[in-house]
């Protein structure tokens, strides 16, 4: 795809798990192809920015040889997988789903009647645990319930999405094909197909998805009350149409990595036993500002560890990491806490990365973190859009620039592009303005 700063690359990870020597290697491959900077995308995916024209066929070829790129562009795009990111390392966890998530990317990669699916359609595979993916939102998800069997929903979160009952973990590459192929015939009877799942399901129903599933993988005698999900909320949510009943336990990990008092996931033990006592880290999480790192930041990390798992959180987790990975990190401008205020910024590219973009979007975001500093605890995101399209964001966020002309607009509580009472403002203006409505709003003023 081209982009502001070149060709941007997609590398698909099957089920987010990335050994050490690969990430070296797609390091590598970044810097020679491209311009050394690497995006974390909220899909899960590694994206290699400003790949050179004449590059892009020899850095293809490598990624393909690796595995993280399919034979052809249509069964690469239906390749839309996410994995519990901490799946295999986590004793919380009630499935080790990596084996099939993995099985579901190949079925995916393979089944040629999927390919008329839309560009953004998706599909999660969630064992439960501090790596859930409760929260993220997506077509198909799959979610264990215990440690052979999954609940199946479609078109939301966890709390959101319709279920449709239980497959065992066998049937999950089936069940994912018969429903895709559902899917493409129901939305092809109304006169004005949805694109995504959810609203199929909205104007439908699930009740035609279940006759076709019947008809080719039967599920499992639906859910009952005591089916529980791992969850790490504390929330007891239930699903509207089965009254299955979500359990909650623990904390998530992007809440509390770099927290030094349990609950501590980088402190958990390796294997299910064991104590914490003397033991080395499991992983170790490291977030990057926008989810954008160096090629070289990259390389780095993959020398202090055994294996790379890719987050939806624009976060990377470091598998058994060595006693200098933090360190490591750090000097390449990891954030380590959940406390540091940069993981409240969110900025699209901006200038630079995007032709429609006119400033400097995450400089003016880590300018406004510098310059608010405590002003931004109680806040949740700091939204710098580099245009109305808000690419990175297109909901309310607390603070919302959105630039135009080189100036930016700036609004509390707002999209991008709302009407704002603070207009054409340079960078800096807008960076201060930020400050004095912070400011304002914490005194009451
Ligand atoms: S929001 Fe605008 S400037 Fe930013 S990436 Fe999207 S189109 Fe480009």
Known sequence: MQVGDGLLLRVRVPAGVLPADHARRIAELGDRYGNGSIDLSQRGNLQLRGIAPDGLEAVTEALRAMGYVSGDAESEAVRNVLCSPTAGLDPAALMDVRAVARTLDARLAEDTAL????????????????????????????????GERFRVALGGTLATAVPLGLCRADDVADVASALGRAFLELRAELPEPPRRMAGLVAGIGTEPF???????????????????????????????????????????????????????????????????????????????????????????????????????????????????AATVASSHGAILSHTDRRLKLTACSGMGGCDVGTTDTHATALAIAERAGPLLDPVRMVHVSGCAKGCAHSAIADVTLTARDGLYDVALNARPGDDSPHTGLSPADAVARVADLLTEESTGA
């Open 115 to 146: 390919r008329r699916l839309p560009p953004k359609f998706g599909w999660l595979v969630c064992g439960g645990g501090i790596g859930h993916l409760a929260d993220s939102s997506t077509d198909v998800r799959f979610d264990a319930v215990d």
């Open 210 to 324: 279940v006759t076709r599933l019947i008809a080719s993988v039967p599920l499992l005698p639906p859910a009952h009350a005591q089916t529980s999900f791992a969850l790490t909320r504390q929330a007891d949510l239930r699903s509207a149409e089965s009254g299955e009943r979500i359990k909650v336990r623990g904390t998530h990990v992007m809440d509390v990595f770099g927290v030094a008092d349990p609950p501590h996931p980088n402190l958990l033990p390796r294997g299910e036993k064991g104590s914490r006592g003397g033991e080395a880290p499991a992983f170790l999480t490291t977030a990057f500002p926008f989810g954008r790192l160096t090629a070289t930041a990259l390389a780095a990390l993959a020398s202090t560890c055994t294996e790379i798992r890719i987050t939806p959180w624009r976060a990377l987790i470091l598998v058994a990491p060595s006693a200098n």
